[in-house]
Structure formats: C-alpha cells, structure tokens
C-alpha cells in the first residue's frame, strides 16, 4: 500500500527519495506481481490440503488446478505486459 501511495504522489516522494517515478511503478508493479503470485500458489497447495483430498476426487482436483493456472496467467498477463514495458523506459 506505501508502494501505491509513493506512486500516487512522486513529487512529494521525490524530496525522500530521488528517484524517477517509473522507478516507483515498476517497485509497485514487481511486488504486486510476487504478492499475486504467492497468493496462486498457496491456492494451488490448498487443493491437496487433507479437508480438500477427502471431499474431491483426483479429477477434480486436477480440473481446479489447471482452471487456477490458466485464470492467473489470463490475469496476469496485463501486468506483464506493462512491467516489460516499464523496464523498458528504465533502460533507456
């Protein structure tokens, strides 16, 4: 949440911290993206948790595994798309 708001106001961020705003926004697109990851996974082990292995069957399982996989790389595909583009302006 600091990330979002150091984005939010870079010119008071810039007193702080001298750095160019895409340097903020990638800092914020990259730890969103590790936070969302982390989040996909621990779902993805949720699915083999005890509780979740004696109510579903292995099918199952795995049908909501593959769903899981493939809604997160559909949603997080902007976010990739806008990271490559903001390391992009930073090297340049």
């Known amino acids: ?17 001298p750095m160019r705003s895409v340097w903020y926004k990638l800092i914020h697109n990259l730890v969103g993206l590790l936070g969302y990851a982390i989040g996909i996974i621990s779902l993805c082990y949720a699915y083999y948790t005890n509780w979740f292995i004696y109510y579903t069957g292995e099918a199952s399982r795995m049908v909501a595994l593959s769903i899981t996989i493939v809604a997160s790389f559909w949603t997080i595909n902007g976010a990739m798309v806008s990271t490559y583009n903001q390391i992009k302006s930073v090297i340049s």
């Open 1 to 17: 949440m600091s990330l979002g708001l150091a984005v939010n106001y870079t010119d008071a961020m810039k007193r702080v911290f």
